[in-house]
């Protein structure tokens, strides 16, 4: 019970430390790119009024940036605090892509971003420009390096486990960088914060209209921001259906918990729209859903690209004894859980004696545990769940942020077309973009929903991979420091006051800089 | 004595250093910094809360009691086999 305590504790600080750190990062993500466009705007053209535009969206790229920076830097520093066990397993594999991404990305972007802001009339217009897309690469390609880090958790790849060191070796560097489940997760959250970036250019820009000002920046910033914008959210539709392929593939659990299917059949639907019945426990005879609707044959054709293909839903993984393509391309059929829990044991149990041996000096016993540990590692962490609901991530909370990012995506795709339409009727003259008010509001209000849709895309990855810190190897109650379940309360609520203080300054901030405009931007 | 040409200026001001250069550019950016101070104050306190206050007051480093690596990689292969222990 303390046990339990303690995860959720420390689960609850790291969550709320990411998400406030996700409130940032997006924004900085998409908008360095929007900026360097403008900048190359100026540059080409010569024009002031894309300098002063680029100005503008820099010092709110700058504030996000500063701030973004300050969160991620707790992040790490949990890793140690509230995750040693985990942190002293994945070893140099999650070592290896944080170490470049502080030497190389970090001060990549940090040292341009300084030019960016600090070098406007010291140095020349090409170096400056320069800089401007340097910072923006640099703020992403440190986003690569954390997210490729999150892709081995999720499939871990190109490493084995060193039972002497209880470290993780990495055997494959690009394994490990080039994971089908690292590209896709990259592409799909980088160009989601592209999605994001561009909806706020949006939002803050019909602000100005609304309010009668600055009417040539706003519909020049508009128009870079919805074309922009369009095109990330097609590559996210895009990249989204690659990670789902990828989830099938790797984490059928998450894949079932996203769709609250229980026991599925060749020919899987994909629930379009659905209530989950709040009862529904593992292996009842109750419904699953209350209400639903659902696209025929929809989830077997995005998980395995085959429309009559099986999709195993939570009661058919737990059994086991379905076919399926293994990492190795080849078919195989599914262990059930208690098969994995003896597997997983018989891993455990094998480290212990190696461990043992390896006191005495006993190599040939050392070299016997080795081998039985080996063979049976890729169901180590099953060895510590003791019934089959303790495989099973929160249904509920996955299933509703699925829907919720996948609707909202939709939605932001009709947003961006309609606004591309709106400002080409507007550039024929037929009509004023400015007095399309309800696009208008319509833009202010997609800001906190752009915010909702990135943050749930956010819950499905993380809380749809539950109980897992590193997949099938390390669950979250052997990953977590064996520190007091008070403390975490404690510091979870320091931690949120100061987070919520920050934000609120953070938006004081900026607000007060958007009032000011690209006018009051010396 | 002639003076050497490669550290002068075409006015005739004398070049400074790369490195004195760059530290002024930093100094002079930072002196023009408005809302940059206000962002930086927000980010040292809170650093300084979370990695002296919190740290000192209520974590423990987990693996800090064990010296060696391969006493820390024990420690760990006691909580994998035994389970973690809280406080």
Redesign the interface.
Known sequence: M??TS?VEASRLQFALTAMFHWIFVPLTLGLGFIVAFMETKYYLSGNEFWKKTAKFWM?IF??NF??G??TG??LE?EF???W??YS??VGDIFGAPLAIEGIFAFFLEATFF?VM???WD?VSKRFHLTATWLTAIGANLSAVWILIANSWMQYPVGMEFN?????SEMTDFWAVVFSPMAMNKLFHTATSAFMLSSVVVMGISAWFLLKGRETEFAKKSMKIAAVFGLVSTLLVAYSGDGSAYQVGKHQPMKLAAMEGLYDSEPGTPLVAVGILNPEKTVYDQREAMLFQISIPQGLSLLANRRLDSFVPGINDIIKGGYTYIDNEGKQAIAPSFEDRVARGKIA?EA??DF?RARQTGDTEQMEQDRRVLKENFEHFGYG?FSQPSDMVPPVGLTFYSFRIMVMLGGYFLLFFAAALYLLCRDKKGKKDFGSVRWFLYLSIVSIPLVYICSQAGWIVAEVGRQPWTIQNLLPV??A??????S?VY??LV??FV?FTT?LI??LK?MFS?IKKGPDGIK | MYPDNSLMEKGGRRKENIFRRIIGFYWTGFKSMTVGKTLWIIILIKIFILFFVLRLFFFKNDLAPYKTPAEKSGHVIENLVEGVKTE
Do not use: C, D, H, M
């Open positions: 303390i046990l303690l010092r700058g504030i500063a701030v920076v300050a830097l707790i520093f140690g605090t509230n040693s066990n002293w397993f300084a802001f600090f070098g010291k039972p002497e060191t209880a470290r455990i480290l212990a461990n510590y109650q052997t977590v420091s064996g520190v007091s379940a403390s404690t510091t320091i931690f100061l920050l300054a953070e901030i800089q």
